[in-house]
């Protein structure tokens, strides 16, 4: 086999693999093609003994130390903040990889791998707004419960696309779980020189979140409105 072919073959199986790995999903966040490229490396270098379930108590370990984070900056040093921004990588890792690797491997449990990869994210997301409760002080407390809840709105509009449209995203437009990871990292580097910033930072992200929903749920009624014209022109030509 000459160069050329052997490249073209190359590029013809990790385009396969990338097709493959990326399948049940539509991604439109603003970085889905470095995410992508990212995951796609990862996934082909993971040992053997590496699971998709494995990798998923890795992301609720992750959660995890942001909680431990923000326990030791309320009591100790704001530094340990840092733990959170380590503890949110480690999330990204485990909750990227998961279900990848499993499409990856061709040893996808489709319905398994979404029921649990809801119910992680959602623990998740309580383990961090309960460490953010506990930092913050006096008037701002609410905040926590404002992210906790904005963001399970954004979770449960994502599951009732899925089921009008029959296709699953996890995205808003061009922000999607990475993105937020990626700010919430800068809301804690930030209040580790600026002390009480995150308070106020934290107060925009929500801000932002409730405005994005509100967008979200009218396009989703949309979504469900046109469904249900199509499912009554449909049974008008059954009968």
């Known amino acids: ?100 690797i499993a499409y990856y491997r061709n040893i996808p449990r489709k319905w398994y791998g979404f029921s649990l990869d809801i119910i992680m994210d959602w623990i998740s997301t309580i383990l961090m707004g309960l460490g953010f409760l506990v930092y913050i002080k006096g008037d701002f407390e609410i905040v926590a419960f404002l992210f906790v809840a904005f963001y399970g709105w954004a979770m449960i509009i994502s599951q009732l696309r899925y089921k009008i449209t029959d296709k699953y995203t996890i995205d808003s437009g061009i922000f999607g779980p990475t993105e937020v990871r990626l700010i919430i990292c800068g809301l804690l580097i930030t209040e580790i020189f600026f002390a009480g910033s995150i308070d106020w930072l934290a107060m925009i992200m929500c801000f932002a979140l409730f405005i994005i929903n509100l967008i979200d749920t009218q396009d989703l009624l949309a979504l469900g409105n046109q469904r249900d014209l199509e499912e009554k022109a449909a049974n008008k030509g059954n009968k």
């Open 1 to 100: 086999m000459d160069k050329d072919t052997l490249s073209s073959s190359i590029l013809i199986k990790k385009d396969e693999d990338r097709k493959r790995t990326f399948k049940d999903r539509k991604r439109t966040n603003i970085l889905k093609s470095t995410e992508q490229s990212a995951i796609g490396w990862l996934v082909s270098r993971m040992p053997a003994f590496v699971s998709p379930n494995m990798l998923t108590g890795l992301g609720m370990f992750g959660s995890l130390l942001v909680l431990v984070g923000f326990l030791l900056a309320a009591h100790l040093h704001v530094s340990y903040l840092l733990i959170g921004v380590t503890g949110l990588a480690i999330n990204w890792l485990g909750d990227s990889l998961d279900g990848r």
